[in-house]
T-cell receptor, first 113, second 116 residues
Framework: AQSVSQHNHHVILSEAASLELGCNYS??????LFWYVQYPGQHLQLLLK??????LVKGIKGFEAEFIKSKFSFNLRKPSVQWSDTAEYFC???????????FGQGTELSVKP | ETGVTQTPRHLVMGMTNKKSLKCEQH?????MYWYKQSAKKPLELMFV???????ENNSVPSRFSPECPNSSHLFLHLHTLQPEDSALYLC???????????????FGPGTRLTVL
């Protein structure tokens, strides 16, 4: 069965620090990959997605993610975080053959001003 | 953003009550979803409707009953819930294009449900 693992449950950073959130999935076939963000009191929003092509994907608000097929990973990065990036981040995976969108358990990011 | 709306935003109910959650999508999508979000757990898919037909029922207890009267509206009817059903219930929609895996799901704000 497919599963998604986010290694960090809670990350605390100071403003301007660099961010990398890990995401690994288990599925042998071709997948589509997503990162969603949930700001406090707000709904889940799509941050970026990978379907095909360049494995380095750029999303909104300066975020990017790199798909490394050999490592079954899709880590999220941002070179310099801001206080407004405080939120919960969810990685999700879906097989291109259809099926469910499988979510990781989420990583809570707290950015100190 | 008003693409997917949910009402009510908060709901407190007793175990013997009957209530309904409502979701409406304004994106012209043809698929809708119910998810359960509990603290420190991954989102759990509950139901999927595609073209108004239920295509996924993820072993959800019968005390949760979905209804999809048209492609824009989705309901979740609740009755005789348990305290462990307290959670954030999220609705999502997507456009299934036939291109495998290409649909992206857009989420509503959720209904925070508390069962006493």
């Amino acid at each position: 069965a497919q599963s998604v693992s986010q290694h960090n449950h809670h990350v605390i950073l100071s403003e301007a620090a660099s961010l990398e959130l890990g995401c690994n999935y288990s599925y042998g076939g071709t997948v589509n990959l997503f990162w969603y963000v949930q700001y406090p009191g707000q709904h889940l929003q799509l941050l970026l997605k990978y379907f095909s092509g360049d494995p380095l994907v750029k999303g909104i608000k300066g975020f990017e993610a790199e798909f490394i097929k050999s490592k079954f990973s899709f880590n999220l990065r941002k070179p310099s975080v801001q206080w407004s990036d405080t939120a919960e981040y969810f990685c999700a995976v879906k097989s291109i053959q259809g099926g469910k969108l499988i979510f990781g358990q989420g990583t809570e990011l707290s950015v100190k001003p | 953003e008003t693409g997917v709306t949910q009402t009510p935003r908060h709901l407190v109910m007793g175990m013997t009550n009957k209530k309904s959650l409502k979701c409406e999508q304004h994106l012209g999508h043809n698929a809708m979803y119910w998810y359960k979000q509990s603290a420190k757990k991954p989102l759990e898919l509950m139901f999927v409707y595609s073209l108004e037909e239920r295509v996924e029922n993820n072993s959800v207890p019968s005390r949760f009953s979905p209804e999809c009267p048209n492609s824009s509206h989705l309901f979740l009817h609740l009755h005789t819930l348990q305290p462990e059903d307290s959670a954030l219930y999220l609705c999502a929609s997507s456009q299934e294009s036939g291109l495998a895996g290409s649909d992206t799901q857009y989420f509503g704000p959720g209904t925070r449900l508390t069962v006493l």
